[in-house]
């Protein structure tokens, strides 16, 4: 239970989405008020009339943006421009409202695809801006890091109180499933369930398997946000991550054990790696507000397989698990 959240109207922007629900949970369960989550069809936070007329219908005193259009490297390649002009516009639109409305305090959601490309692992924030992104997700993370400057200025300028905090790969229940759009884990988790239930004996998965990841399980995620909020000022940006490195290979060895595929994996190297390594530094975090990761990789997969075989189909349900 926390005092920060007591009488104050709260707003999450994408309240309903993988991460949000887990947010606006954990809101709730540390004595917040419910949440007010705009929904995209009401209001389309790409434009200014939708977020002044959020800002009069919510009225709140604490806003936590986490709308976004996100997705994996297809999707990132396949909407560059939609994806930067979407979430520049977004986080644009809100933060100057923020300020107009007198919001006491702003939160942009960053993502880790901000860093530049060759970053020396593990991400320090310092080194945001040592370099450019890699070039699948871009135009994504660029538009992200713009929004740090943002805050920034408006803190020098106007005394907005913004901060800027950068979850790692995150997953969980709920996330999106979708093989067209989705992140890695989800997609793996489907091939390999589906290889099982078709007795298929050979899965093929995007890119060398060389490439590394961080994953962040999508509740520690939601608590670093909560914690942050509750005790930050300033929008120095801060990764959010659990400092654990794990190459595609063997996460999809990993996964394929789990959801109890025991055939061969394939690589189609005609597929990009993405970025060639993820892996944060997480001890500002730990420093400033005392939070750390608290879920293995096994676990959280456990939980997410889980999920994943209620939502799904009936052959699904029958693949085993460890
Ligand atoms: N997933 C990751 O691995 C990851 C990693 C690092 C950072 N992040 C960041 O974390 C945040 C949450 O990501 P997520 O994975 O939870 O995404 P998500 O499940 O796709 O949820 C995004 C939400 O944004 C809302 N939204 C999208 N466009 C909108 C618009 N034009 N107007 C109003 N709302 C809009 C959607 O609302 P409706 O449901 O109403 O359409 C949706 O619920 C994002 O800021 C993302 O950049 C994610």
Redesign the pocket.
């Known amino acids: 239970m926390s005092n920060f959240w007591r009488n104050k109207r709260i707003c999450v ?2 309240g ?5 629900r887990a947010v606006c949970r954990l809101l709730r369960e540390r004595g917040a008020s419910d949440p007010f989550v ?4 009401e ?4 434009t200014s009339e939708s977020v002044e007329r959020l800002m009069q219908d919510a009225k709140p005193d604490v806003v936590l943006h ?5 997705g994996g490297i297809g999707a990132n390649q396949k909407r560059p421009g939609r994806f930067f002009y ?1 979430n520049l516009a ?1 986080g644009m639109h809100l933060t100057e409202a923020a300020r107009r409305h007198n919001i006491q305090k702003f939160v942009q ?1 960053g ?2 695809c901000g860093y530049p490309k060759h970053c020396p692992a593990p991400f320090k924030e310092e080194d945001l801006w040592s370099g450019y992104p890699e070039e699948t997700n871009a135009p994504y993370g660029v538009t ?1 890091r713009a929004l740090s400057v943002m805050l920034e200025s408006y803190r020098a300028e106007y005394g907005l109180c913004g901060l800027y905090l950068l ?1 790692v ?2 997953y969980g229940p709920h996330d ?1 499933f979708d093989l067209e759009t989705s ?1 890695v884990i989800p997609a793996l988790i489907r091939k390999f369930a589906a290889a099982v239930a078709n007795g298929t004996g050979e899965v093929v998965c995007w890119g060398t398997g060389r490439a590394s990841r961080e994953f962040l399980y999508v509740d520690d995620a939601a608590e670093g946000i909560v914690l942050a909020t509750e005790t930050l000022e300033n929008p120095e940006p801060i990764n959010l991550g659990t400092g654990r490195e794990i190459t595609i290979a063997d996460l999809a060895s990993l996964i394929a054990k789990m959801v109890g595929f025991d055939g061969r994996i394939i690589w189609d190297t005609s597929r990009p790696d993405g970025q060639p390594r993820r892996q944060l530094d997480t001890a500002r975090a730990r420093d400033r507000f005392g939070w750390v990761a608290k879920t293995s990789l096994e676990d959280g997969l456990r939980r997410t397989i889980a999920w994943w075989r209620v939502q799904a189909e009936s052959p699904l349900i029958k693949c085993s698990s460890h």
Do not use: C, Q, W
């Open positions: 922007t994408g309903a989405g993988f991460l949000g705009p929904r995209s069809t209001y389309d936070l790409t986490l709308a976004a259009e996100v979407a977004m959601i993502t880790v992200k979850p790969n995150m999106n992140h």
